[in-house]
């Protein structure tokens, strides 16, 4: 029996980029990507490994060398409106916070179940690692371009942030594309209310 279930919701891509600068956070727009099993090419967050951050200090100590589940960011196009909507500012534009993929029409993307596949018609495939946490680095950037709005940024952007992923099949990705969602064939863990309280 499979082990993952194709479901007949995709998403539109409407954006690419990548971040070429080590240190910064804004991405350049690109028309495609090429994927390789360390990530988008050219991308600064990309590699098959990379050293452990706060996100998971509970697991490893900051700078242990541990696999990259993160090597890129995909982020709704209706999710960064709402965002922008909750902020007050009349757009965010993908590059700001650092986006690889932008799709359109892949309802509650953010929360997307973890293992998750999003395949093209070619079969590039990228597994989601889990929902990207907003920060407040992304605020600074928005800052520069709608002064007094950065702050709103994180609390605007909790649970719209898009999701982290990592190559499973190398490929091509261009603007137009389309990635279809599969999930896990597995119901929810029983105890998950007990742990998250």
Not at 1 to 8: D, Y
Not at 50 to 69: F, L, M, W, Y
Not at 140 to 154: D, L, S
Not at 183 to 190: A, L, N, S, T
Request: glycine share 10%; aromatic share 4%.
């Amino acid at each position: 029996m499979a082990a993952l279930k194709p479901t007949n919701y995709q998403g539109d891509v409407v954006w690419l980029g990548r971040v070429t600068q080590e240190g910064a956070l804004p991405s350049a727009p690109v028309e495609a990507l090429e994927f390789t099993f360390d990530g988008p090419v050219g991308e600064v967050h990309g590699g098959r490994t990379r050293p452990s951050c706060s996100r998971v200090s509970d697991q490893h100590a900051k700078g242990t060398e541990i696999a990259n589940v993160r090597q890129m960011t995909i982020l709704s196009a209706e999710e960064l409106a709402e965002t922008a909507f909750a902020m007050g500012i009349p757009e965010i534009l993908p590059e700001w916070i650092g986006a690889s993929i932008v799709l359109r029409g892949l309802p509650d993307l953010t929360h997307i179940p973890p293992s998750s596949r999003l395949q093209s018609e070619t079969g590039l495939t990228l597994v989601v690692d889990m929902e990207n946490r907003p920060c407040v680095l992304p605020g600074k950037v928005i800052e520069q371009h709608h002064p007094e709005k950065g702050a709103r940024y994180k609390p605007a952007a909790q649970g719209r942030r898009g999701v982290t992923a990592w190559v499973e099949r190398p490929g091509r990705l261009v603007i137009g594309d389309t990635l279809r969602l599969h999930i896990p064939d597995q119901r929810p863990w029983e105890l998950i209310k007990d742990v998250r309280g």
